[in-house]
């Protein structure tokens, strides 16, 4: 990368950003004449392809390496020469249809940087090229040069005559030669009177000297000479204006040749943007129907259901790698595709079909009035039933609004390119006063579904509610694109709502190096959460990719039931140019680890191409045997429902070779939706009703809870330039912490570890580190005690940290 940055030293800093109409395809490309043929029938240039056309035809065309950007650096690719327009191809198979880009040379200027580099400048757009060898190079000069003075030369000279030209707007051009014709209808008038002028004023002197030739008296002839000079002052007046009026002719034919290239000119580039409009429809077009297939429902089975309606649940996205800029990602290859169909329960009967591998079920079983199921459509926030059991404490439901502070951004982050962001000195203009521990604890918000969860029977059932809760966990994320204060080392964070709420948190910053946080939650309802999240980020320029790494576990109390899942990447796109948008992408499996039952969840990444709802999440809930029971559907920033499965029968191949799975199901049910933002969100970091309460200060707190981090509260009230200043402060003391554990001891014994060994690094104070019996993973767990020193106010374990 330094290599390719050094070679493009000396050209425009935009080089690595391409347009993202430069997809759009050319048509230059698709009003080639047919191509010249190259020396020896070869058809490549360059590099791999042989000698390219010669300069002096009308085509010229081969491989060259284009600059991309600071990741990629130069790249191949396959350049066309013809009719004045440089176009470049990834391939040349894509000359039928994809043209990456295309430049004008009538208005570039031609550059060259050393022995193998051109540079093209046109307008606001650049090409940086690099040839194999100085003689390629000096081939595709002398091409580019004898193209930009030919497109000039027919630009500037082009001919009145436009009988090879397209009739573009015979209206406009009738318009024109009518205008015309009228002058030179009346310059022939002119010239009709001026010949008469000229005869009869010849006869009028041949008569004047006539007269002078006859004696007269020397009074006459001196009246007869003078109308002589008038008469001949009249003629010359005559021919002068009739030569201003063929010179003024002359003058407007000249300019209506201008007027019609100019018109021309503008038929041309209409008709061409037309055509570039219709070839990227029917692009788009093709992508869709190769992207995803769309096959046909399977024929119903004699007496079986009658179908309501039918939607896609998942399909294969196949992404668009474009050039430089533009940014898609690929869906999953392994997501189960398949279709559902919902039918309705009041006509649907079972039947012995002969459908292969269909599993059926009751739709009786689907009346859940009295269910779980169905109590969850009407749960929120403010009224759920397990949060009306005893009086709230009263808290708060705002902060101070967020100040609104210019940044350059582009400053602080072009150092940052491919290093760990945890490692990164960054201000606080680009956190929320919260810290990750507490982002962590925000995941709590829709505790009310594990505690509907604990009130399930079944097995598959209670796998619905924690998918439902696993999804919720991300809906918080939408326009949270600023960046939690990165805990500091043994820094802890409580959430005590056991009397209120029925649970109460515990989180501790166990690693720094890398990042690693352990929780634990303890709910009087029936259920038990933990994790150790390492949070794993890379900034790449245009996007900074989030990817949490460890299992949650949850487990309940009566049925023993254990699941485990992980977190999918989290994605914040425009980092440096544009608004910044966050996405989430990936699978995720549940497993119950007692019952054997899977979830399968797939988030589905924002494609420019996909016809799907933005940030849709679907899957499926089976059992132990493989058997599809129920359909979770939904997005993971609104809502997630869940769909009973009454059949299931194998479809029609789709375009990729795989057969869907049609799931017909019962009416679905909302299991999860979002609470609405408190009001004036927007101005408040875009915090929820949850998220407000976290860094409410509390009393009897330990004194490394994330609440009293200075920095933060100052942040939180609007004091950033202070807050820049403490958080510098704890971070040195942290440093300085760490470097005392690492030196010798006094006594000349080491205090970790010697010389040459590994440095064991922070023990936990309120976590022990032990090998999952699930997962085989080791992983840090509560060991208890902290409740306990908070009931003495004995924190004589805790660190000074702050």
Not at 183 to 196: A, F, Q, R, V, Y
Not at 215 to 226: D, H, Q
Not at 394 to 419: A, E, F, Q, V
Not at 507 to 530: D, F, I, K, M, N
Request: glycine share 6%; with cysteine; charged share 25%.
């Amino acid at each position: 990368m330094g290599k390719a940055a050094a070679l493009c030293g000396g050209g425009n800093s935009t080089r690595g950003l391409v347009s993202l109409l430069s997809a759009v395809p050319c048509l230059a490309c698709q009003e080639l004449p047919a191509m010249s043929a190259e020396p020896g029938g070869r058809g490549g240039g360059g590099v791999a392809g042989g000698p390219p056309a010669a300069p002096g035809s009308d085509t010229y065309k081969g491989w060259l390496f284009k600059w991309t950007n600071y990741l990629k650096g130069y790249q191949r690719r396959w350049f066309v020469l013809s009719n004045g327009l440089l176009s470049y191809y990834r391939t040349q198979a894509e000359m039928a249809h994809t043209c990456r880009g295309t430049i004008n040379l009538s208005t570039a200027h031609i550059d060259t940087e050393d022995s193998c580099n051109i540079v093209l400048s046109s307008g606001g757009r650049t090409y940086h090229l690099k040839a194999s060898c100085e003689v390629e190079r000096q081939r595709w000069v002398t091409a580019l040069e004898l193209a930009k003075a030919r497109a000039i030369r027919i630009r500037n000279n082009q001919s009145d005559d436009s009988g090879d030209e397209e009739p573009a707007s015979q209206s406009d051009k009738g318009e024109l030669q009518g205008t015309l014709k009228s002058l030179s209808g009346k310059l022939e008038d002119l010239s009709t009177c001026n010949e008469l002028i000229a005869k009869h004023g010849a006869a009028l002197q041949r008569s004047l000297s006539e007269l002078e030739s006859l004696r007269l008296p020397a009074e006459s002839g001196e009246k007869i000479k003078a109308v002589t000079e008038r008469a001949t002052l009249f003629r010359i007046t005559s021919n002068a204006m009739i030569n201003a009026c063929r010179d003024f002719l002359e003058l407007a034919e000249s300019h209506s040749r201008r007027w019609q290239r100019a018109l021309q000119h503008e038929r041309e580039q209409r008709i061409r943007l037309e055509e570039t409009i219709e070839q990227l429809a029917k692009q788009h077009n093709s992508l869709e129907r190769a992207c995803r297939g769309a096959p046909g429902l399977p024929p119903a089975p004699s007496g079986g259901p009658s179908t309501a309606k039918g939607s896609v649940q998942s399909a294969k996205a196949e992404a668009s790698d474009e050039d430089e800029e533009t940014e898609y990602f690929d869906a999953m290859e392994d997501a189960p595709a398949f279709i559902t169909v919902t039918a309705d329960p009041k006509h649907h009967r079972r039947s012995g079909s002969n459908l292969s591998g269909a599993s059926e079920g009751h739709p009786e079983d689907w009346n859940l009035e009295d269910s779980v199921f169905e109590s969850s459509n009407q749960s929120s926030y403010n009224e759920s039933t397990c949060k009306d059991l005893l009086p709230k404490k009263r808290r708060r439901t705002r902060i101070p609004d967020k100040p609104n502070y210019s940044l350059n951004l582009w400053s602080i982050m072009k150092n940052c390119i491919g290093k760990e962001l945890s490692k990164i000195p960054m201000p606080v203009n680009f956190n929320e006063p919260l810290s990750m521990l507490q982002r962590l604890t925000e995941d709590l918000e829709y505790h009310e579904l594990l505690d509907k969860a604990v009130k399930c029977e079944s097995s598959i059932e209670q796998m619905c509610f924690v998918a439902a809760f696993s999804v919720s966990s991300y809906s918080t994320t939408v326009h949270r694109t600023a960046k939690p204060f990165n805990p500091l080392l043994g820094e802890t964070y409580e959430l005590d709502r056991l009397e209120e709420l029925g649970f109460r948190s515990l989180c501790e910053q166990v690693s720094h190096h890398p990042p690693a946080a352990a929780h634990h939650v303890y709910s009087r309802r029936g259920w038990t959460l933990w994790q150790e999240i390492t949070i794993a980020s890379k900034f790449r320029g245009k996007y900074l990719s989030i990817m949490p790494l460890g299992a949650i576990h949850l487990e309940f109390h009566s049925s023993g039931n254990h699941y485990v899942w992980r977190k999918v990447t989290s994605t914040v796109h425009n980092i440096i140019v544009g608004k910044l948008w966050i996405d989430q992408s990936g699978e995720i499996e549940i497993v119950n680890h007692k019952s054997k039952d899977k979830c399968q969840l797939k988030f589905t990444p924002y494609s420019y191409f996909s016809r799907d709802v933005p940030r849709k999440v679907s899957g499926v809930v089976s059992d132990a045997e493989g058997k599809a029971h129920y359909v979770m559907s939904g997005t993971w920033d609104e809502r997630m429902e869940c769909s009973k499965i009454v059949q299931s029968s194998q479809g029609s191949a789709s375009t990729e070779g795989k057969q869907k799975t049609v799931y017909q199901t019962l009416t679905p049910k909302v299991l999860w939706k979002k609470y609405p933002l408190p009001e004036n969100a927007e101005h408040m970091y875009f915090f929820s009703e949850l998220a407000l309460t976290l860094n409410e200060p509390e009393e009897r707190v330990a004194p490394t809870d994330s609440r009293l981090r200075p920095d933060q509260r100052l942040m939180e009230s609007g004091r950033w330039d202070e807050a820049n200043v403490e958080k510098q402060r704890l971070e040195e003391k942290q440093r300085a912490v760490r470097r005392r554990r690492e030196e010798p001891c006094g006594h000349g014994t080491w205090s970790v570890a010697p010389p040459g060994k590994d440095y064991e690094g922070y023990i936990p104070q309120w976590f022990e580190r032990k090998v999952d019996a699930v997962t085989g993973e080791l992983i840090c767990v509560y060991k208890g005690g902290y409740w306990e020193a908070k009931d003495k106010q004995d924190w004589s374990r805790c660190p000074d940290i702050f």
